[in-house]
């Protein structure tokens, strides 16, 4: 089955970037999500991006895409306290049906050091 | 308005009880789901629902199941709680087609003792 992994914990100061990763292995992924959740609150989807894109830039967030290596990271430009959160990647395969259904990783917990 | 609600925010109950959660969407989404979140924070997809079909997640106890009265709700009864339960469930709404972004509700924190 799908397998999405990432590392636990990261953190930065603030002001740096921070750059958090993730591997999946379904080669049929079709969107891959970056996910946020801050304590005791649900999930805000951040961005996504498409299978055939390499780069997605949102204001302060850049996500990459290596396809090839089934990578994916999201770089958060001048990281603020604001942004400590959960961070969760998630990708959903292709598929002919009417719903499809997300495969998250563990999550990565961000800590934004003063 | 919020686009997706979840009543109750905090359930707490015995083991044994039979218990329903409800999700709301106001987003004119044609598919939900339910997820659950244990107490590592891993999230796992239990159901996915549109009209047309419901697909189960293999690894859930036929002691929950979805129902929905109408495109707006999509509720999750669970049947003879266990401890095992006790974790946040996330419903979450999609439109079918293109890149499907899934918009998630704030979460229900059932705490069976």
């Known amino acids: 089955g799908e397998d999405v992994e990432q590392s636990l914990f990261l953190s930065v100061r603030e002001g740096d970037s921070s750059v958090i990763n993730c591997t999946y292995t379904?080669?049929?992924?079709?969107?891959l999500y970056w996910y946020k959740q801050e304590p005791g609150a649900g999930l805000q989807l951040l961005t996504y991006?498409?299978?055939?894109?390499d780069m997605k830039q949102d204001q302060r967030l850049t996500v990459l895409l290596n396809k090839k290596d089934k990578h994916l990271s999201l770089r958060i430009a001048d990281t603020q306290t604001g942004d400590s959160a959960i961070y969760f990647c998630?990708?959903?395969?292709?598929?002919?049906?009417?719903?499809?259904?997300?495969?998250f990783g563990s999550g990565t917990q961000l800590t934004v050091l003063p | 308005d919020t686009a997706v609600s979840q009543t109750p925010k905090y359930l707490v109950t015995q083991m044994g009880n039979d218990k329903s959660i409800k999700c709301e969407q106001n987003?004119?989404?044609?598919?939900m789901y339910w997820y659950k979140q244990d107490s590592k924070k891993f999230l796992k997809i239990m159901f996915s629902?549109?009209?047309?079909?419901?697909?189960i997640n293999e690894t859930v106890p036929n002691r929950f199941s979805p129902k929905s009265p109408d495109k707006a709700h999509l509720n999750l009864h669970i049947n003879s709680l266990e401890l095992g339960d006790s974790a946040v469930y996330f419903c979450a709404t999609s439109t079918s087609g293109g890149e499907e972004t899934q918009y998630f509700g704030p979460g229900t924190r059932l705490l069976v003792l």
């Open positions: 987003l004119g989404h044609d598919t």
């Open positions: 629902y549109n009209n047309k079909e419901l697909i």
């Open positions: 998630a990708e959903t395969p292709h598929s002919s049906g009417s719903a499809r259904q997300l495969t």
């Open positions: 379904d080669s049929s992924s079709t969107y």
């Open positions: 991006i498409f299978s055939n894109m």
